[in-house]
T-cell receptor, first 113, second 114 residues
Framework: EAQVTQNPRYLITVTGKKLTVTCSQNMNHEYMSWYRQDPGLGLRQIYY???????DKGDVPEGYKVSRKEKRNFPLILESPSPNQTSLYFC????????????FGQGTRLTVV | AQSVTQLDSQVPVFEEAPVELRCNYS??????LFWYVQYPNQGLQLLLK??????LVESINGFEAEFNKSQTSFHLRKPSVHISDTAEYFCAVMISGGYQKVTFGIGTKLQVIP
Protein backbone atom coordinates (compact mmCIF):
# COMPACT_ATOMS: atom_id res chain seq x y z
CA GLU A 1 0.00 0.00 0.00
CA ALA A 2 1.31 3.44 -0.99
CA GLN A 3 1.77 5.50 2.12
CA VAL A 4 3.68 8.06 4.12
CA THR A 5 4.48 6.85 7.61
CA GLN A 6 5.30 9.13 10.51
CA ASN A 7 6.46 8.12 13.96
CA PRO A 8 5.58 8.69 16.67
CA ARG A 9 1.93 9.71 16.37
CA TYR A 10 1.93 11.37 19.77
CA LEU A 11 4.82 12.76 21.78
CA ILE A 12 5.09 14.72 25.00
CA THR A 13 8.55 16.03 25.83
CA VAL A 14 10.25 18.62 27.99
CA THR A 15 11.86 21.84 26.91
CA GLY A 16 15.36 21.36 25.58
CA LYS A 17 15.31 17.59 25.11
CA LYS A 18 16.32 16.75 21.55
CA LEU A 19 13.84 14.71 19.55
CA THR A 20 13.41 13.29 16.06
CA VAL A 21 10.19 12.63 14.20
CA THR A 22 10.66 10.10 11.44
CA CYS A 23 8.98 10.12 8.04
CA SER A 24 9.19 7.42 5.42
CA GLN A 25 7.46 7.02 2.04
CA ASN A 26 7.29 3.95 -0.21
CA MET A 27 6.28 5.67 -3.46
CA ASN A 28 9.75 6.63 -4.71
CA HIS A 29 8.80 10.31 -4.52
CA GLU A 30 11.50 12.89 -5.08
CA TYR A 31 9.88 15.72 -3.17
CA MET A 32 9.25 15.61 0.56
CA SER A 33 8.27 18.31 3.03
CA TRP A 34 7.32 18.98 6.62
CA TYR A 35 4.42 21.14 7.74
CA ARG A 36 3.09 22.25 11.05
CA GLN A 37 -0.62 22.80 11.57
CA ASP A 38 -1.82 25.31 14.12
CA PRO A 39 -5.38 26.56 14.79
CA GLY A 40 -6.18 29.62 12.72
CA LEU A 41 -2.91 29.39 10.79
CA GLY A 42 -3.50 26.38 8.58
CA LEU A 43 -0.48 24.44 7.35
CA ARG A 44 2.88 26.15 7.17
CA GLN A 45 5.87 24.59 5.50
CA ILE A 46 8.92 24.05 7.70
CA TYR A 47 11.45 22.44 5.34
CA TYR A 48 11.38 20.67 2.04
CA UNK A 49 13.64 18.42 0.03
CA UNK A 50 13.70 18.09 -3.75
CA UNK A 51 15.85 14.96 -3.70
CA UNK A 52 18.57 13.16 -1.76
CA UNK A 53 20.97 15.59 -0.09
CA UNK A 54 18.93 18.59 -1.36
CA UNK A 55 17.00 20.42 1.35
CA ASP A 56 15.86 24.00 1.84
CA LYS A 57 13.94 26.17 4.27
CA GLY A 58 10.23 26.65 4.04
CA ASP A 59 8.26 29.43 5.67
CA VAL A 60 8.91 28.61 9.36
CA PRO A 61 12.27 26.81 9.65
CA GLU A 62 13.51 28.30 12.93
CA GLY A 63 14.20 25.67 15.57
CA TYR A 64 14.10 22.72 13.16
CA LYS A 65 16.58 20.66 11.18
CA VAL A 66 16.11 18.02 8.51
CA SER A 67 18.23 15.59 6.55
CA ARG A 68 17.68 13.55 3.39
CA LYS A 69 20.28 10.81 3.22
CA GLU A 70 17.97 8.34 1.50
CA LYS A 71 15.16 8.98 -0.92
CA ARG A 72 12.50 7.36 1.25
CA ASN A 73 13.31 9.03 4.58
CA PHE A 74 13.04 12.64 5.71
CA PRO A 75 13.37 13.01 9.49
CA LEU A 76 12.51 16.21 11.34
CA ILE A 77 14.85 17.11 14.18
CA LEU A 78 14.18 19.48 17.05
CA GLU A 79 17.54 20.08 18.70
CA SER A 80 16.16 22.04 21.65
CA PRO A 81 12.36 22.00 21.63
CA SER A 82 10.45 24.90 23.13
CA PRO A 83 6.76 25.22 24.08
CA ASN A 84 6.03 27.28 20.95
CA GLN A 85 6.84 24.20 18.91
CA THR A 86 3.82 22.42 20.39
CA SER A 87 1.85 21.63 17.26
CA LEU A 88 0.55 18.99 14.86
CA TYR A 89 3.21 18.02 12.34
CA PHE A 90 2.69 16.47 8.92
CA CYS A 91 5.14 14.96 6.51
CA UNK A 92 4.18 14.92 2.83
CA UNK A 93 5.70 13.58 -0.37
CA UNK A 94 5.06 13.90 -4.09
CA UNK A 95 6.60 13.29 -7.47
CA UNK A 96 8.42 16.16 -9.09
CA UNK A 97 6.12 17.34 -11.83
CA UNK A 98 3.51 19.83 -12.87
CA UNK A 99 0.62 19.89 -10.47
CA UNK A 100 1.32 16.56 -8.79
CA UNK A 101 -0.60 15.96 -5.59
CA UNK A 102 0.96 15.61 -2.16
CA UNK A 103 0.50 12.49 -0.05
CA PHE A 104 0.38 13.13 3.67
CA GLY A 105 1.29 11.11 6.71
CA GLN A 106 -1.14 10.68 9.61
CA GLY A 107 0.45 13.42 11.65
CA THR A 108 2.48 13.71 14.85
CA ARG A 109 0.99 15.61 17.74
CA LEU A 110 3.86 17.10 19.71
CA THR A 111 3.52 18.73 23.11
CA VAL A 112 6.52 20.50 24.65
CA VAL A 113 6.17 21.30 28.34
CA ALA B 1 4.67 34.87 -3.92
CA GLN B 2 1.31 33.17 -3.96
CA SER B 3 -1.28 33.29 -1.19
CA VAL B 4 -4.63 31.69 -0.43
CA THR B 5 -7.59 33.10 1.46
CA GLN B 6 -10.36 30.96 2.85
CA LEU B 7 -12.95 33.40 4.04
CA ASP B 8 -14.89 31.10 6.35
CA SER B 9 -13.22 29.30 9.24
CA GLN B 10 -16.37 27.30 10.06
CA VAL B 11 -19.44 26.45 8.01
CA PRO B 12 -22.37 24.68 9.68
CA VAL B 13 -24.93 23.19 7.30
CA PHE B 14 -27.84 20.82 7.65
CA GLU B 15 -27.66 17.38 6.13
CA GLU B 16 -28.85 17.24 2.50
CA ALA B 17 -28.49 21.01 2.12
CA PRO B 18 -26.07 22.53 -0.42
CA VAL B 19 -22.78 24.04 0.64
CA GLU B 20 -20.12 26.32 -0.83
CA LEU B 21 -16.68 26.73 0.71
CA ARG B 22 -14.96 29.82 -0.59
CA CYS B 23 -11.35 30.12 -1.71
CA ASN B 24 -9.55 33.04 -3.30
CA TYR B 25 -5.94 33.10 -4.34
CA SER B 26 -3.34 35.67 -5.27
CA UNK B 27 -0.50 35.09 -7.69
CA UNK B 28 1.30 37.02 -10.40
CA UNK B 29 1.77 33.88 -12.50
CA UNK B 30 -0.30 30.90 -13.53
CA UNK B 31 -1.19 28.46 -10.77
CA UNK B 32 -2.49 25.01 -10.08
CA LEU B 33 -5.27 24.80 -7.51
CA PHE B 34 -6.17 22.05 -5.08
CA TRP B 35 -8.71 21.18 -2.45
CA TYR B 36 -7.60 18.81 0.29
CA VAL B 37 -9.82 17.26 2.97
CA GLN B 38 -8.78 16.33 6.49
CA TYR B 39 -11.01 13.96 8.44
CA PRO B 40 -10.64 13.90 12.24
CA ASN B 41 -7.29 12.51 13.41
CA GLN B 42 -6.06 11.94 9.88
CA GLY B 43 -3.70 13.53 7.43
CA LEU B 44 -4.81 15.54 4.44
CA GLN B 45 -5.90 13.83 1.26
CA LEU B 46 -6.54 15.26 -2.17
CA LEU B 47 -10.18 15.96 -2.99
CA LEU B 48 -9.78 17.52 -6.44
CA LYS B 49 -7.44 19.70 -8.43
CA UNK B 50 -7.37 22.10 -11.36
CA UNK B 51 -4.38 22.08 -13.67
CA UNK B 52 -5.71 23.27 -17.01
CA UNK B 53 -8.57 22.73 -19.44
CA UNK B 54 -12.15 22.64 -18.21
CA UNK B 55 -12.63 25.10 -15.39
CA LEU B 56 -15.08 22.81 -13.59
CA VAL B 57 -13.51 19.85 -11.81
CA GLU B 58 -15.27 17.13 -9.89
CA SER B 59 -14.43 14.62 -7.19
CA ILE B 60 -15.71 11.08 -6.89
CA ASN B 61 -17.85 11.89 -3.83
CA GLY B 62 -19.95 14.66 -5.36
CA PHE B 63 -17.88 17.77 -4.70
CA GLU B 64 -17.02 20.14 -7.50
CA ALA B 65 -14.96 23.31 -7.81
CA GLU B 66 -14.82 25.93 -10.50
CA PHE B 67 -11.72 27.87 -11.44
CA ASN B 68 -12.56 31.51 -12.09
CA LYS B 69 -9.50 33.35 -13.34
CA SER B 70 -11.07 36.80 -13.44
CA GLN B 71 -12.19 36.53 -9.82
CA THR B 72 -9.13 34.51 -8.77
CA SER B 73 -11.40 32.04 -7.04
CA PHE B 74 -11.71 28.28 -6.70
CA HIS B 75 -14.84 27.73 -4.61
CA LEU B 76 -15.82 24.23 -3.55
CA ARG B 77 -19.46 23.17 -3.78
CA LYS B 78 -21.66 20.21 -3.10
CA PRO B 79 -25.40 20.18 -3.87
CA SER B 80 -26.34 17.89 -0.98
CA VAL B 81 -24.04 17.18 1.96
CA HIS B 82 -23.89 14.06 4.09
CA ILE B 83 -22.86 13.56 7.70
CA SER B 84 -19.69 11.88 6.46
CA ASP B 85 -18.62 15.14 4.79
CA THR B 86 -17.90 16.63 8.20
CA ALA B 87 -14.20 17.50 7.98
CA GLU B 88 -11.79 20.36 7.50
CA TYR B 89 -11.19 21.49 3.93
CA PHE B 90 -8.04 23.21 2.74
CA CYS B 91 -7.62 25.16 -0.45
CA ALA B 92 -4.07 25.19 -1.81
CA VAL B 93 -2.14 26.79 -4.66
CA MET B 94 1.03 25.81 -6.50
CA ILE B 95 2.85 27.93 -9.07
CA SER B 96 2.68 26.21 -12.44
CA GLY B 97 6.07 25.41 -13.92
CA GLY B 98 7.83 26.00 -10.64
CA TYR B 99 8.95 23.60 -7.98
CA GLN B 100 6.57 21.74 -5.76
CA LYS B 101 5.90 24.32 -3.04
CA VAL B 102 2.26 24.36 -2.07
CA THR B 103 0.72 27.22 -0.11
CA PHE B 104 -2.31 26.30 1.96
CA GLY B 105 -5.22 28.34 3.21
CA ILE B 106 -6.11 28.27 6.90
CA GLY B 107 -8.84 25.72 6.36
CA THR B 108 -12.65 25.67 6.63
CA LYS B 109 -14.34 23.33 9.08
CA LEU B 110 -17.51 21.93 7.58
CA GLN B 111 -19.95 20.73 10.22
CA VAL B 112 -22.90 18.80 8.87
CA ILE B 113 -25.84 18.89 11.25
CA PRO B 114 -28.26 15.91 11.25
Amino acid sequence: EAQVTQNPRYLITVTGKKLTVTCSQNMNHEYMSWYRQDPGLGLRQIYYSMNVEVTDKGDVPEGYKVSRKEKRNFPLILESPSPNQTSLYFCASSFQGAGTEAFFGQGTRLTVV
Amino acid sequence: AQSVTQLDSQVPVFEEAPVELRCNYSSSVSVYLFWYVQYPNQGLQLLLKYLSGSTLVESINGFEAEFNKSQTSFHLRKPSVHISDTAEYFCAVMISGGYQKVTFGIGTKLQVIP
